[in-house]
């Protein structure tokens, strides 16, 4: 198949049909619109079920009623309605239901603006709803992993029973690049523990309540479980040119990208940098981090937002070395340029360091 | 062996009655009546009273309980342990 | 033959094993609870229609909670509120299944009232059943939405005040106003007429749905006698005597015999229909297409082009149609429009990279290839441009020249030219053809042939191309 120009958010939709998902539920909401748009017209396509809910509310509970169903569902957001999601992904964890839920960020806090950020780590990456419960969340930096990722979100979603998230943000969703797409899988019905109406399914009960406390207990421990075991199997990243590095820069999403010319320029200049870029932000890439850290001496974590995934780089290192943090956020855009000042006067610094030691 | 029933009953399983009297209040030839006695949960439970009961159906669907009447009506074919309940 | 014995409906499990405490036989409802009396009539029609294993109930929060101890049917257990959307959602996708949502007055009429308004309009062939106790019952007594004026709850310990809390809400009109509801009924779990009605309207309700004629609602008026603080008798009596004034019974709306039943068909798919239907099958292209690129000078390689205009000038189909025509030749491409703090006063911009290497960023904020069609483009991004870079300008719209001596400068009329072609809107064109025709970063044919595939409209082909070949024209 040749590839096809395409929008981030109509990656989205495709990637998530070719995964088996037929049903959509969504609200629209700038600059996420476009995936609702794009399931509205394609969703009935393929046999599937499109629905514009009355609220953000009422989508991820229309999502959890299919989830609930065995079907691949999703719905697609951005940051103030995913906050209004938060309580049904409580719900859809605790009763352990797959679903994919795309989330593309914008500025906050409240109404914020309709410019890119990345100031929903903290709510999508730390839980945002109640309990003790993980999502997995994914972070694509192109339109082909806004495909790919959501392609592979369906499939986690399904292996770990867990509500499974997208991490975009605007730049990554209104973005147009080429995008080769993967092969359809036919949807598939687990009725072992799903609901469908049939005699098959009639005794499965789809729950997040365990009343006596020994048994949610056990519940939250056999829930922990899983999180380490998606911990130990799950990891994804991208790590680059930082085998010699002395500097390594960590995003993600659209700030990897940058970060990324940020290396190819500064290397030209003979300065030793790399770029991890996680690309599961749960799970995190805890271990490549202290693996990098024997050779790296510093950190440069720079995002869209005021310093949320720093500190998971940071508790990642537990002091092994030094963070730094670069960030901008209400839409404003750090420029390669921009990054690669601070680079530079981190080196300089380190440089000052090592004549003070001498 | 399995007989028709001569005359409706109504048969009350005393363990799963909570004593609301809904029963009783609703039952219209007054068969029914609340006992003295407590059953193992500690509510007085319905009884009938042996007789007169013409299967008329209102307490059943009176009972919040799913399983605490059971009515018998007059032509049904019951099992001859459940006559001699009766 | 009429049933001769009225016994515990088959729907029920005949122990409740799922029932945590050691009474795996009794409900945990209190005395003279309503929610029971309504089990039951649920239970038995669900019997008689033979439907068990279609079923699917939704379990609200509020008493009722824990319909799955009690029927042996497919649960799903949800967020307080939600039950018409979750049921929804479940019916959606598998349309075969019978849902059945049971919600209290708090989670229906307060909570979740907007998803019960919601759900009823969208007509979902769904059966509600609405327990109308006019109270909080699981929390303890607290006000309900359906609180009659006057009556004494814990968070109305001086009586419901109509100017502070407002008045009973009354769903079951409230429903019947919308278009899509097939069947609204009131009906109340008390003596033995109101459950002969209430029998009936239970069993229609779900009749409704398995014969595929949309969406039913039935509200019940229902004891709680230790919420009122009454015994169970006088509590029932309170609903006939009292209650139903204010909650009248009866049919709201039935249109069960007018509505046209509706036939669920699933389609099934191959995998080469799903791409088809995607538009990921390649549609009109059969075989790709190998284009011959121009010669390139060294400057002009690898640009990074930021254009930029008046939003309506087809700034981002300028943009659109370089990157296809990249793709075409097989450069690396990316295309972001404007966005951000960028998007201000009307005006739209994009950046496009075509690149022979990977595009690390795609955003571009030092541009070597500025494109801009207004004045304030040119004011805001003139000093951005890389030196040794060149602006290309509509000087038929920007009045003033650019100041940069360290890029080059090319002077287009495009709004002009285009205007002579027949319409200004093909300005876009001839900035596109001025850029390939002085760079030759492009061939003209796979600029042709990106217009084919980015503009649907075909009509504007013909003028697209000529708009292309002038700009091309002027610039060489």
Same mark, same amino acid.
């Not at chain 1, 469908?196 to 048994?215: C, F, K, M, Q, V």
């Not at chain 1, 949610?216 to 829930?223: F, S, T, Y």
């Not at chain 3, 409740?16 to 609870?33: E, L, M, Q, V, W």
């Given at each position: =198949?040749?590839k096809q120009? =395409?929008?981030?958010?109509e990656?989205?939709v495709r990637?998530a049909?070719l995964?088996?998902c037929?049903a959509?539920?969504?609200?629209p909401?700038t600059?996420?619109?476009?995936?609702?748009?794009?399931a509205?017209?394609?969703?009935p396509e393929?046999g599937?079920?499109?629905?514009?809910?009355?609220?953000e509310?009422?989508?991820?509970?229309?999502l959890?009623g299919?989830?609930?169903?065995?079907v691949?569902a999703m719905?697609?957001?951005?940051s103030?309605?995913?906050s209004l999601?938060?309580?049904?992904?409580?719900?859809a964890a605790g009763?352990?239901l797959p679903?994919v839920i795309v989330?593309? =960020?914008r500025g906050?806090p409240?109404?914020?603006?309709?410019?890119?950020e990345?100031?929903?780590?903290?709510?999508?990456?730390?839980g945002?709803?109640?309990?003790n419960?993980?999502?997995?969340v994914?972070?694509?930096?192109?339109v082909?992993e =806004?495909c790919?990722?959501?392609?592979?979100?369906?499939?986690?979603?399904e292996?770990?029973?867990?509500p499974?998230y997208v991490?975009?943000?605007g730049?990554i969703?209104q973005m147009?690049?080429p995008?080769?797409?993967?092969?359809?899988?036919?949807?598939?019905?687990?009725?072992?523990w799903?609901?469908?109406g049939?005699?098959?399914t009639?005794?499965?009960?789809i729950?997040s309540?365990?009343?006596a406390?020994?048994?949610?207990?056990?519940h939250n421990?056999?829930?922990?479980e899983?999180y380490?075991?998606?911990k130990?199997?799950?990891?994804?990243?991208?790590?680059?040119?930082?085998d010699?590095?002395e500097?390594v820069?960590v995003?993600?999403?659209?700030?990897?990208?940058?970060l990324?010319s940020?290396?190819?320029?500064?290397?030209?200049?003979?300065?030793?940098?790399?770029?991890?870029?996680?690309i599961t932000?749960?799970?995190?890439?805890?271990?490549?981090i202290?693996?990098?850290?024997?050779?790296?001496q510093v950190?440069?974590?720079?995002e869209?937002s005021?310093?949320?995934?720093v500190?998971d780089v940071?508790l990642?290192?537990?002091?092994m070395?030094?963070?730094?943090f670069?960030?901008?956020?209400g839409g404003m855009?750090?420029?390669?340029?921009?990054?690669?000042?601070q680079v530079k006067s981190?080196f300089?610094e380190?440089?000052k360091?090592?004549?003070?030691q001498k | 062996m399995?007989?028709?029933?001569q005359?409706a009953f109504?048969k009350?399983?005393k363990e799963? !009655?909570k004593?609301?009297?809904? !029963?009783?209040?609703t039952?219209p030839?007054?068969?029914?009546?609340i006992s003295?006695?407590?059953?193992s949960r500690?509510?007085h439970?319905?009884e009938y009273?042996?007789?007169g009961c013409?299967g008329?159906?209102?307490?059943f669907?009176?009972c919040?309980?799913?399983g605490?009447?059971t009515?018998?009506?007059?032509?049904?074919?019951v099992?001859?342990?459940?006559?001699?309940?009766a | 033959?009429?049933t001769?014995i009225l016994?515990?409906?088959?729907?029920?499990?005949?122990?409740?094993t799922?029932?945590?405490?050691?009474?795996?036989?009794n409900?945990?409802? !209190?005395p003279?609870c309503?929610h029971?009396k309504?089990?039951?009539l649920?239970a038995e029609?669900?019997?008689?229609?033979?439907?068990?294993?279609?079923v699917?109930?939704?379990n609200p929060?509020g008493c009722?909670?824990?319909l799955?101890y009690?029927f042996?049917t497919?649960?799903?257990?949800?967020?307080h509120?939600?039950?018409?959307a979750v049921?929804?959602g479940?019916?959606?996708v598998?349309?075969h299944?019978?849902?059945i949502?049971y919600?209290?007055?708090?989670d229906?009429a307060?909570?979740g009232?907007?998803?019960?308004?919601?759900a009823a309009?969208?007509g979902?062939?769904?059966t509600?059943?609405?327990?109308?106790n006019a109270i909080?019952?699981?929390t303890?007594?607290?006000?309900?939405?359906?609180?009659l004026?006057?009556?004494?709850t814990t968070?109305?310990p001086r009586?419901?005040?109509?100017?502070?809390e407002?008045y009973p809400?009354?769903?079951?009109?409230l429903i019947?106003?919308?278009?899509a509801?097939?069947?609204?009924?009131?009906?109340?779990?008390?003596?033995?007429?109101n459950?002969?009605?209430a029998?009936?309207a239970v069993?229609?309700?779900?009749?409704?749905?398995?014969?595929?004629?949309?969406f039913?609602?039935?509200?019940a008026l229902?004891a709680c006698?230790?919420?009122?603080?009454m015994?169970p008798p006088d509590?029932e009596?309170w609903?006939?005597e009292?209650?139903t004034?204010?909650?009248?019974?009866?049919?709201?709306?039935d249109?069960?015999?007018?509505?046209?039943p509706?036939k669920f068909?699933?389609k099934?798919?191959?995998p080469?229909?799903?791409?088809?239907?995607?538009g990921i099958?390649g549609?009109?292209?059969t075989?790709?297409?190998?284009?011959?690129?121009?010669?390139?000078?060294?400057?002009?390689?690898n640009p990074k082009?930021k254009?930029a205009g008046f939003?309506g000038?087809?700034?981002?189909l300028?943009?659109?149609?370089?990157?296809?025509?990249?793709?075409?030749?097989?450069y690396h491409?990316?295309?972001?429009?404007?966005y951000?703090?960028e998007?201000?006063?009307g005006t739209a911009?994009?950046?496009?990279?075509?690149s022979?290497t990977?595009i690390a960023?795609p955003?571009v904020?030092i541009?070597t290839?500025?494109?801009v069609?207004?004045?304030p483009?040119?004011?805001?991004?003139?000093?951005t441009?890389k030196?040794?870079?060149?602006?290309?300008?509509d000087?038929?719209?920007?009045?003033?020249?650019?100041?940069?001596?360290?890029?080059?400068?090319?002077?287009?009329?495009?709004t002009k030219?285009?205007?002579d072609?027949?319409s200004t809107?093909?300005?876009?064109?001839?900035m596109i053809?001025a850029?390939i025709?002085?760079?030759?970063?492009?061939?003209?044919?796979?600029?042709?042939?990106?217009?084919?595939?980015?503009v649907?409209?075909?009509?504007?082909?013909?003028?697209?191309?000529?708009?292309v070949?002038?700009?091309m024209k002027f610039v060489?």
């Amino acid at each position: =198949m040749p590839k096809q120009l =395409m929008k981030g958010n109509e990656a989205v939709v495709r990637g998530a049909i070719l995964a088996g998902c037929r049903a959509f539920f969504g609200y629209p909401i700038t600059p996420a619109s476009e995936i609702a748009e794009a399931a509205a017209l394609l969703m009935p396509e393929v046999g599937g079920v499109f629905i514009q809910a009355e609220s953000e509310v009422a989508a991820i509970n229309m999502l959890f009623g299919a989830a609930s169903g065995g079907v691949r569902a999703m719905t697609a957001s951005s940051s103030p309605g995913i906050s209004l999601m938060q309580e049904g992904v409580s719900y859809a964890a605790g009763a352990e239901l797959p679903m994919v839920i795309v989330d593309v =960020m914008r500025g906050g806090p409240g109404l914020g603006n309709i410019a890119p950020e990345q100031g929903d780590y903290y709510q999508v990456v730390k839980g945002g709803g109640h309990g003790n419960y993980k999502v997995i969340v994914l972070a694509p930096n192109s339109v082909q992993e =806004m495909c790919d990722l959501t392609y592979l979100a369906f499939d986690l979603a399904e292996k770990y029973r867990n509500p499974v998230y997208v991490l975009a943000d605007g730049f990554i969703g209104q973005m147009v690049e080429p995008v080769e797409f993967p092969e359809p899988k036919l949807p598939q019905i687990d009725k072992t523990w799903c609901v469908d109406g049939t005699a098959e399914t009639r005794h499965n009960l789809i729950t997040s309540i365990y009343l006596a406390p020994e048994e949610l207990e056990q519940h939250n421990l056999r829930l922990k479980e899983k999180y380490d075991r998606i911990k130990r199997e799950e990891v994804r990243y991208e790590a680059y040119k930082v085998d010699d590095a002395e500097l390594v820069l960590v995003g993600y999403g659209i700030v990897s990208r940058i970060l990324k010319s940020v290396v190819d320029i500064m290397r030209g200049d003979g300065y030793k940098v790399g770029l991890l870029r996680p690309i599961t932000l749960f799970p995190f890439p805890d271990e490549k981090i202290r693996e990098i850290a024997k050779t790296a001496q510093v950190f440069l974590v720079v995002e869209l937002s005021t310093g949320q995934m720093v500190d998971d780089v940071k508790l990642a290192l537990n002091g092994m070395r030094e963070v730094k943090f670069y960030g901008r956020c209400g839409g404003m855009v750090p420029s390669a340029e921009e990054i690669i000042e601070q680079v530079k006067s981190i080196f300089e610094e380190l440089e000052k360091e090592i004549e003070h030691q001498k | 062996m399995q007989v028709t029933l001569q005359k409706a009953f109504v048969k009350i399983d005393k363990e799963q !009655c909570k004593g609301c009297t809904l !029963c009783i209040e609703t039952c219209p030839v007054d068969v029914l009546k609340i006992s003295d006695r407590f059953n193992s949960r500690g509510y007085h439970y319905t009884e009938y009273v042996g007789d007169g009961c013409t299967g008329c159906g209102v307490c059943f669907y009176a009972c919040p309980e799913p399983g605490a009447i059971t009515v018998y009506k007059r032509g049904a074919i019951v099992d001859e342990e459940v006559l001699s309940e009766a | 033959m009429a049933t001769t014995i009225l016994k515990k409906p088959s729907t029920f499990y005949e122990v409740f094993t799922r029932k945590p405490d050691a009474d795996k036989i009794n409900t945990h409802y !209190c005395p003279g609870c309503g929610h029971g009396k309504l089990h039951k009539l649920i239970a038995e029609a669900i019997e008689d229609l033979g439907i068990q294993d279609r079923v699917i109930i939704i379990n609200p929060v509020g008493c009722s909670v824990f319909l799955y101890y009690y029927f042996d049917t497919g649960h799903i257990q949800v967020a307080h509120g939600r039950a018409p959307a979750v049921a929804t959602g479940i019916k959606r996708v598998h349309p075969h299944s019978i849902v059945i949502s049971y919600q209290g007055d708090g989670d229906l009429a307060a909570i979740g009232g907007n998803e019960i308004l919601h759900a009823a309009n969208r007509g979902e062939h769904i059966t509600v059943f609405f327990v109308n106790n006019a109270i909080y019952g699981m929390t303890g007594g607290q006000m309900a939405p359906t609180t009659l004026p006057g009556m004494k709850t814990t968070t109305t310990p001086r009586g419901r005040d109509i100017h502070n809390e407002g008045y009973p809400l009354k769903m079951a009109e409230l429903i019947a106003t919308l278009e899509a509801p097939v069947y609204v009924e009131r009906v109340a779990l008390t003596d033995a007429k109101n459950m002969a009605k209430a029998r009936k309207a239970v069993r229609k309700a779900i009749q409704i749905q398995v014969e595929g004629k949309g969406f039913a609602f039935v509200e019940a008026l229902s004891a709680c006698p230790t919420g009122w603080g009454m015994n169970p008798p006088d509590a029932e009596r309170w609903i006939n005597e009292v209650m139903t004034k204010y909650f009248p019974l009866g049919v709201f709306k039935d249109i069960s015999d007018k509505v046209e039943p509706v036939k669920f068909e699933r389609k099934i798919l191959t995998p080469e229909d799903i791409k088809k239907a995607i538009g990921i099958d390649g549609g009109e292209i059969t075989q790709v297409k190998k284009y011959q690129r121009n010669t390139v000078a060294e400057k002009y390689k690898n640009p990074k082009i930021k254009i930029a205009g008046f939003g309506g000038q087809g700034i981002l189909l300028l943009g659109l149609v370089l990157t296809q025509a990249g793709m075409l030749e097989e450069y690396h491409v990316s295309w972001l429009p404007s966005y951000g703090p960028e998007m201000r006063g009307g005006t739209a911009n994009c950046h496009v990279n075509i690149s022979e290497t990977e595009i690390a960023s795609p955003l571009v904020s030092i541009p070597t290839v500025l494109i801009v069609m207004n004045r304030p483009s040119l004011e805001k991004f003139e000093r951005t441009v890389k030196p040794g870079g060149i602006i290309f300008y509509d000087n038929s719209l920007i009045d003033i020249e650019p100041s940069r001596k360290d890029v080059e400068v090319v002077a287009v009329p495009a709004t002009k030219i285009a205007d002579d072609l027949g319409s200004t809107k093909v300005a876009n064109m001839v900035m596109i053809g001025a850029y390939i025709g002085y760079t030759g970063i492009l061939t003209k044919e796979s600029v042709f042939d990106a217009l084919d595939m980015m503009v649907k409209r075909k009509e504007f082909n013909e003028l697209n191309r000529r708009a292309v070949e002038a700009g091309m024209k002027f610039v060489m």
